[in-house]
């Protein structure tokens, strides 16, 4: 495939045009062909929500002081900047409230290093640290996103910029972005159907993919053409019934949501094409 993403699991039962092991090598490539664009199609029309990528980031704090280990408490007064003071204002439900000292994360009643990963994050597949692979017994990935320090060390709060992530000074996350299409029976229902008909079609065979036209009068040539072009979705039903459930308002990127309640984050990532 042209970009790291990988194939969706299909379940071949129902599908019977499918080369097998012993096929000619030609049907063979068509089918991974025809497999790798049903998967590309519907990450796409689930608005990349299913379908699992790889994307590198090289994620940047921005702590109150860059660089620089936080101060006391005792020298940072009563009230603290962005987490530091004895009380410290915060945003929760709408409303201003001060944070005594006691919980320093989110959920932990103790410090704790971690950055969020621009999600869904399914899996890690390789953290660098000054140029060197973090072992994973040093860290953790939550199901909602953060990658957490367990080893005692912690993530650092910025990094050089201008180096390659295999050099000192610097810091990157290679992961899995998005929701595996392998924990939905429905969702693997769809992408088989899809792959089978698309095989279909590359080998020149008839398949129950329509095209613009629907109908054709061929003693006055005539043509009936879909009124609506290009089409939403496949014009599979199997197929289609599934992102009627999982993308019923036929998105076609991610929503996301900007406050300024919520911390920021910078990222300096691509999806590894």
């Not at 003071?85 to 945003?91: E, H, Q, R």
């Not at 660098?128 to 060390?153: F, K």
């Not at 998005?178 to 698309?198: H, Q, W």
Request: proline share 10%; hydrophobic share 30%; glycine share 10%.
């Amino acid at each position: 495939m042209p970009c790291a993403c990988r194939p969706w699991p299909i379940d071949l039962t129902c599908c019977a045009v499918w080369p097998t092991e012993e096929s000619p090598p030609e049907d063979q490539e068509r089918a991974q062909r025809a497999l790798a664009i049903a998967s590309e199609r519907l990450r796409t029309l689930t608005a990349g929500r299913f379908g699992l990528c790889e994307e590198v980031i090289r994620p940047c704090n921005a702590p109150d002081s860059p660089c620089e280990p936080p101060a006391p408490w005792a020298a940072r007064g009563l009230y603290g900047h962005g987490g530091g003071g004895i009380l410290d204002p915060y945003a929760w439900r709408g409303g201003i409230r001060n944070q005594a000292c006691g919980c320093v994360g989110d959920c932990s009643c103790g410090p704790v290093s971690k950055v969020v990963l621009p999600g869904p994050a399914a899996e890690i597949v390789q953290v660098l640290l000054d140029g060197q692979t973090v072992p994973p017994t040093a860290y953790t990935l939550t199901p909602d996103g953060w990658l957490v320090r367990t080893d005692g060390g912690r993530w650092p709060d910025c990094q050089d910029m201008t180096k390659p992530a295999t050099e000192p000074g610097t810091f990157a996350v290679r992961y899995l972005r998005g929701r595996d299409p392998g924990d939905s029976y429905d969702a693997i229902r769809a992408v088989t159907t899809l792959a089978c008909e698309l095989f279909r079609s590359l080998c020149g065979q008839k398949c129950r993919i329509q095209g613009r036209v629907r109908s054709i009068n061929r003693e006055g040539v005539s043509y009936d053409m879909l009124d609506e072009w290009p089409r939403r979705g496949t014009g599979l039903d199997e197929v289609d019934d599934w992102l009627s459930l999982v993308n019923p308002t036929g998105r076609t990127q991610k929503p996301a949501v900007f406050t300024p309640d919520l911390p920021v984050h910078h990222f300096y990532g691509r999806r590894d094409c």
